[in-house]
């Protein structure tokens, strides 16, 4: 499909915040983990979003909350244009089959005990998505459409009979069964071979242009980002906040956030020469702080190489800078960001050539 919609939003978030309660004994307070912080995110129609950050930095239960599996604790959350608190019954269903999963664990993901036509088969004869007679037909025609072929030899296979790459175009298969409006894909291919990842990062393209299915793709390597995000847009996340936003080419050409740039001088370069030239590593410390124990102001000034004094009290917010959207008080005054540096992304495309 080439003309696509992308000017209404499927999600929209507003000033949303997920806390989690952690606690350590019976007799003492609950600690607050501020996952989620005045997030305000959304993804259009058709439309491809990365999700990159550290471990811990808030993905998961970004992907969580989209799929109605976590209650945010302050914010709004419109689905296709709707607050999620004011849909029926009828349109919360709809809401929930809308937005379908892929698990980075497809093991875990599948049960066991269930073939191929079964696991696909049930959830579509529950939906009254297919009559019994047409069931082996449609599911075949599942088995197609993610390369799952001869689907004969397929479709009576249990989970553990499969590779790991199967079994995720198992769990693809699954997803678009539900004729979703919106996939969301937590890191799906990084428990799977290197070699198997190119195919099924190429697959999820595919359902994205064909059917016009918008895609949440979770993942903290910025070289599959810029892979699967060709024509998308990126958000950078960096403890429950996000700290950058905008089309994934740009970004990644010309990195605001000191934290992007950061990662992005973390990425390992093949070249030794080139990786010589490099500066050092763009933080002031490797550790990240505790999640219980957030740091005023700025979330990241603890380990930003540029931080002022502003940046140890008052919270940056996000603004319009050039195309992107950056939440940094210094965005104007960083100095330019070295080639070398935004280089590495482009020499570990090579992985996926
Ligand atoms: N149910 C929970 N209870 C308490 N804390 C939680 C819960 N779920 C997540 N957290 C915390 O929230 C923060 C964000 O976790 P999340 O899993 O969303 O991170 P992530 O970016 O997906 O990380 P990873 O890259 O490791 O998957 C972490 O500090 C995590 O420990
Ligand atoms: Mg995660």
Redesign the pocket.
């Known amino acids: 499909m080439d003309i696509k919609n992308i000017e209404s939003s499927v999600v929209k978030l507003q000033n949303l915040d997920m806390n989690?309660y952690?606690k350590k004994g019976i007799f003492s307070q609950p600690q607050v983990?501020n996952?989620l912080h005045e997030i305000n995110f959304s993804i259009n129609k058709g439309e491809v979003v990365i999700l990159v950050?550290e471990?811990?930095?808030?993905?998961?239960?970004m992907a969580n909350v989209i799929a109605g599996l976590l209650k945010p604790t302050a914010g709004t959350y419109e689905f296709n244009g709707n607050n999620i608190n004011s849909l029926t019954k009828e349109q919360y269903k709809e809401y929930r089959n809308s937005i379908q999963m892929i698990q980075q664990d497809s093991y875990a993901a599948l049960n066991p005990m269930r073939t191929m036509i079964k696991s696909l088969g049930d959830p579509m004869l529950l939906k009254k998505y297919v009559n019994k007679k047409d069931l082996y037909d449609k599911v075949s025609e599942l088995l197609e459409t993610v390369e799952l072929t001869p689907t004969d030899h397929f479709i009576d296979k249990y989970s553990h009979q499969l590779s790991g790459g199967q079994r995720q175009r198992m769990l693809i298969a699954r997803a678009i069964s539900m004729n979703p409006e919106l996939i969301l894909a937590d890191e799906p291919v990084s428990m799977i071979d290197v070699s198997l990842r190119v195919a099924i990062l190429n697959l999820i393209a595919r359902l994205n242009q064909e059917r016009n299915i918008a895609v949440l793709y979770i993942t903290?390597d910025l070289a599959t980002a810029r892979y699967v995000g060709k024509n998308g847009r990126i958000a950078v996340m960096y403890l429950g906040t996000i700290v950058e936003t905008g089309n994934v080419q740009e970004v990644l050409a010309d990195p605001k956030h000191p934290y992007l740039r950061a990662l992005l001088s973390a990425v390992p370069i093949p070249d030794p020469r080139l990786s010589r030239m490099r500066k050092k590593l763009m933080i002031t410390s490797a550790d990240l702080p505790s999640?219980t124990n957030l740091p005023t102001g700025c979330r990241f000034h603890t380990r930003c190489i540029y931080c002022k004094d502003i940046c140890k009290t008052q919270e940056p917010k996000p603004v319009q800078h050039g195309s992107s959207v950056v939440a940094c008080h210094l965005v104007n005054e960083l100095p330019k960001f070295e080639l070398y540096e935004k280089d590495a992304v482009g020499l570990t495309e090579d992985l996926y050539a």
Do not use: L
């Open positions: 989690f952690k983990v996952a950050g471990s811990g930095s808030g993905k998961t239960t903290h999640i």
